[in-house]
């Protein structure tokens, strides 16, 4: 099944020269027209920021510079990244993240990070899109089995390579983990 992207989003990272924010730059997104977005000029891309950053109530009166701006989409236009891919991938590679606000969820009431911001450079940053595009993201963190989970996944697997072996039950509560683990024997089964 293809998609076509409806509207294309803009990564952009963005630096605030004072004291709070000092050596660290935020890695964002905004979402823009498809036209924008096909601009090859970084002015015009940065400018596409600006307008949308600048809409933003928390955004009103801050000092800001955009560092660096492009647009996700990439391959002849048949991926794109988003901006959390290039967290977790600065994030695996070791680059200090810090959240500077909160922000209190209306409808739970917990308060959760508001904005990350990255002791990285744009260097540091431009080297995580270009692993990303690579194939070489950041894989959202590798699953590690308990003791128990790894045991039932290597009886199921041994189950399934009998000759008989059709179906196999596990008997496990809730929060067990078994659509993960299900993915992991058929991952192993091939």
């Given at each position: 099944m293809k998609y076509s992207i409806t509207q294309s989003r803009l990564l952009y990272v963005l630096?605030?020269?004072?004291?709070?924010h000092q050596n660290l730059?935020?890695?964002?997104?905004?979402f823009v027209d498809n036209e924008v977005a096909d601009n090859p000029s970084k002015q015009v891309l940065a400018m596409a920021v600006h307008d949308v950053l600048d809409k933003r109530s928390y955004m009103k009166g801050?000092?800001?510079?955009?560092?660096?701006?492009?647009?996700?989409?990439?391959?002849?236009?048949?991926?794109?990244?988003?901006?959390?891919?290039?967290h977790w991938k600065l994030r695996a590679l070791d680059i200090p993240s810090k959240s500077l606000d909160k922000y209190k969820d209306p409808t739970t009431g917990k308060t959760e990070d508001a904005d990350?911001?990255?002791?990285?450079?744009?260097?540091?940053?431009?080297?995580?899109?270009?692993?990303?595009?690579?194939?070489?993201?950041?894989?959202?963190?590798?699953?590690?089995?308990?003791?128990?989970?790894?045991?039932?996944?290597?009886?199921?697997?041994?189950?399934?390579?009998?000759?008989?072996?059709?179906?196999?039950?596990?008997?496990?509560?809730?929060?067990?983990?078994k659509t993960l683990y299900g993915l992991q024997v058929a991952k192993e089964m091939g």
């Open positions: 630096s605030i020269n004072d004291r709070k730059l935020k890695v964002g997104e905004v801050v000092n800001y510079h955009i560092e660096y701006v492009e647009c996700t989409t990439y391959a002849d236009s048949t991926k794109c990244y988003k901006a959390d891919d290039v990350i911001w990255f002791a990285a450079s744009v260097y540091d940053v431009q080297s995580a899109i270009k692993q990303i595009k690579d194939g070489h993201g950041a894989d959202y963190g590798a699953i590690k089995f308990r003791p128990e989970q790894e045991a039932a996944i290597k009886a199921t697997v041994a189950h399934f390579k009998k000759p008989n072996g059709k179906s196999f039950l596990w008997n496990a509560k809730m929060r067990f983990g």
